[in-house]
């Protein structure tokens, strides 16, 4: 499956269970172009509300059944007040940001924000 169509499926999937008020971020090798065929699909979506680890999970469980590839998935839950400020720095800087939402740019500063609690 080619990039353009795995993203459009991919997205698909994050609208069905977020709606459109979300971030999804492309990072790790993938976005990087470093990638090769043993390599994983790095996400990380962040929205103004709470994501339960059930919802997570059936996301990336719909993901895995869906997207007929055989790379692993790895998703990451940028709202949630555990994720490593490293990490979240690194997708900032260096992720793709595959997903706007009308209101994208509010969701930015709040991820920002959030990015600088982590800090304190």
């Known amino acids: 499956m080619r990039e353009?169509?795995?993203k459009t499926?991919?997205?698909?999937?994050?609208?069905?269970?977020?709606g459109e008020e979300y971030l999804l971020f492309l990072f790790g090798s993938s976005s990087k172009k470093t990638s090769d065929i043993t390599?994983?699909?790095?996400l990380a979506v962040y929205c103004n509300h709470t994501i339960s680890s059930?919802?997570?999970?059936?996301?990336?469980?719909?993901?895995?059944?869906?997207?007929?590839?055989?790379?692993?998935?790895?998703?990451?839950n940028?709202?949630?007040?555990s994720v490593n400020?490293?990490?979240?720095?690194?997708i900032l800087k260096e992720g793709v940001l595959w997903k706007k939402s009308k209101n994208y740019r509010e969701l930015?500063?709040?991820l920002k924000?959030?990015?600088?609690?982590?800090?304190?």
Request: negative net charge; hydrophobic residues 40%; without cysteine.
């Open 78 to 81: 940028l709202t949630d007040a």
């Open 108 to 110: 930015l500063k709040s």
């Open 54 to 76: 059930l919802l997570l999970l059936k996301i990336k469980e719909e993901l895995e059944h869906r997207l007929y590839t055989l790379k692993e998935i790895d998703l990451i």
């Open 113 to 120: 924000k959030h990015l600088e609690n982590l800090k304190k």
């Open 4 to 6: 353009e169509q795995l």
């Open 39 to 42: 390599s994983d699909i790095d």
């Open 85 to 90: 400020k490293n990490l979240l720095e690194s």
């Open 9 to 18: 499926k991919i997205i698909e999937i994050f609208d069905k269970y977020l």
